[in-house]
């Protein structure tokens, strides 16, 4: 059983999960999806998530003393991430387990590797792969096209388990097909 606070503002989410527990002052933009057992907590600061962001499974997210949380546009924050009163620009990508700590910030375009953990006040320009402990920047790429790809591929997935569909159509195979050739 989830829960979904009086000061959470869901702006048409393409689907929550009904195992989220949202608390505090939460803003879930439209075209979100919110994934099985993702908690947010918001007592100090607000926690926003952008608008065709995924937040997946058991992912955590919290404000920190003097930071809130905040996810761009067309972001996806994958399994067990923790964002800690962090900034994640558009068009992101959080790999498995990562971990980012209060008043980081990730630029536009950029991946972070599965298990990094982006250190306290670390910046990072746009177009950068992160990874390591501490992380640090490994490559300078432009990831957007290939994050964006991945972010309306969640969404497509939360469309269709909104209305109790778990596995895509044969149409929708091939719609996939072209999202992630081009």
């Known amino acids: 059983m989830g829960h979904i606070g009086e000061h959470v503002t869901l702006d048409e989410p393409a689907f929550v999960h009904e195992s989220a527990l949202l608390y505090g002052k939460v803003h879930v933009g439209k075209g979100t999806s919110i994934w099985p057992h993702v908690v947010t907590r918001a007592e100090l600061f607000e926690i926003r998530i952008g608008p065709r962001s995924n937040i997946q499974d058991f992912v955590m997210i919290h404000v920190g003393m003097g930071t809130p949380t905040i ?31 209060d008043g980081a910030k990730i630029g536009a375009n950029s991946i972070v590797a599965g298990h990094a953990i982006v250190s306290e006040g670390a910046v990072f320009p746009e177009n950068s792969v992160i990874a390591g402990v501490p992380a640090k920047v490994v490559a300078t790429r432009d990831c957007g096209a290939a994050n964006l790809a991945n972010a309306k591929f969640y969404e497509m997935n939360a469309r269709n388990f909104a209305q109790g569909q778990d596995v895509f159509s044969n149409d929708q195979l091939g719609d996939l097909g072209q999202l992630f050739k081009g």
């Open 71 to 101: 996810v761009g546009e067309d972001c996806s924050i994958t399994h067990r991430v923790t964002l800690h009163g962090c900034e994640i620009g558009d068009r992101c990508l959080i790999g498995i387990g990562a971990t980012i700590m």
